[in-house]
C-alpha cells in the first residue's frame, strides 16, 4: 500500500513537470533479458577470463591499445549473449512521455541503444553506442546489427586499421561533446528527476540527484537494491523498471481518461 501511494505521488508529479531528467543503467535493460558481467545470470562470475585478466581488464582501453584481439573477443561474447534482445516497457514510457508536451532527456551509462530503438530522442549515451563502430586510424564509421557476422578482429575497409566499438572502455575518459551537453542540460535545468536501475557510483550519475535534492527538485528511485542516492532520494520504488514504469503509465492514462470525462 505504502508504495501505491508513492507511485501516486510520482504521477502527480509527472503531471505537474515539464522538463523530466530520467539517469539509467544496467537495471532498466535487465527486464529485457541482458546479461551482467557478474553476479547473478553474469557471464564472467570467474576471477578471469581464458586468458587470465579481470572482464575489466579485458575490455579496458589499455588492453584494446595492446590486445585489441581480446577486447573484440569479449564485446562480442557480450553482443552474442545479448542478440535477441530489445527495448522493454521502461524504455517505452520514457520514449511515450517525450510525446505528451515534455522535454524528457535521459541519461544513461547503457550502451545497448535500447532507448532510441523505444523511440526516445533526447538521449546523451555518456558511454556510448555498442552498435557503432569508428576507425582507430580514419573517420570511417559504420553500424553493425549483428556482432556474430564480424570477424575476430575487424579491420576498415579503407586504410585497414583496426576498428572498434564507439563505446567507453575500462579507464577511458567520458566523450567531451556528450558531457559538454549533459552540463548544458542540467544547467538549463529539470522540474523532476528518476533514477532507473543505476548504483549511482560515479559521480556524474549521482550527482544530478544530489543537486536536485539541494534545489528542492522531486527525485524518484526506481532500483530493487539500495544504492548511492538511496538515502537522499524524495520517492524510492522497489519494484523492477519495466512492471514500475508500466503501473505509472497506467495511472497516467487512468488520470488523463478521468480528466476528460
Known sequence: M????EIDRVVLWLQRA???LFITGAGISADSGLPTYRGIGGL???ETTDEGYSIEEALSGQ???EHPEITWKYVCQ???AS???TFNRAHEFIAWLQTQARTVWVLTQNVDGFH???GSTNVIDIHGDVHDLTCTRCPYGSRVTDYTKLPPLPHCPECKGVLRPKVVLFGELLPPDKVALMHRELETGFDLMFSIGTSS???YISGPIFKARRLGVPTVEINPETTDVSAVVDVRLTAGAAVTCDALWRRLEAARSSATR
Open 83 to 85: 542478440k535477441d534482445a
Open 44 to 46: 564472467y562470475n570467474r
Open 2 to 5: 505504502a508504495q501505491e501511494t
Open 78 to 80: 557480450i553482443a552474442a
Open 18 to 20: 515539464r522538463r523530466v
Open 116 to 118: 532510441r530503438q523505444a
Open 63 to 65: 588492453m584494446f591499445q
Open 201 to 203: 557510483i560515479f559521480p
